[in-house]
């Protein structure tokens, strides 16, 4: 059973920076990737960026790209988004996803709990 551990979340104004971070235990050879899926209040879950562990592979959403910087430590088994030059628009409970690769991208089963980023104007 993989279990998933979010920091970083807060409060940052309009053009600074976050960083959030996600712990996994248990993580089985099947699981082969991570990311981060966000929800804003009345929207729908979406897909922000996601990591293969083993080749480093990367994947964001059209709206992060140039923005946000998805970075995994394989001997500390986390997972890491940098978020730069934060918009309003990227205010969302951000949570963290672990599955196989494709999976991931489609709709993972391992979730983590949410951290909420705020971004005000």
């Known amino acids: 059973q993989v279990q998933l551990v979010e920091s970083g979340g807060g409060l940052v104004q309009a053009g600074g920076s976050l960083r959030l971070s996600c712990a996994a235990s248990?993580?089985?050879?099947?699981?082969?990737?991570m990311g981060w899926f966000r929800q804003a209040p009345g929207k729908e879950r979406e897909f922000v960026s996601a990591?293969?562990?083993?080749?480093?592979?990367?994947y964001y959403a059209d709206s992060v790209k140039g923005r946000f910087t998805i970075s995994r430590d394989n001997a500390k088994n986390t997972v890491y988004l940098q978020m730069n030059s934060l918009k309003p628009e990227d205010t969302a409970v951000y949570y963290c996803?672990?599955?196989?690769?494709?999976?991931?991208?489609?709709?993972?089963?391992?979730w983590g709990q949410g951290t909420q980023v705020t971004v005000s104007s």
């Open positions: 990591i293969n562990w083993s080749n480093g592979r990367t």
């Open positions: 248990g993580r089985t050879f099947s699981s082969d990737a």
């Open positions: 996803a672990a599955d196989s690769t494709l999976k991931l991208l489609t709709g993972p089963d391992y």
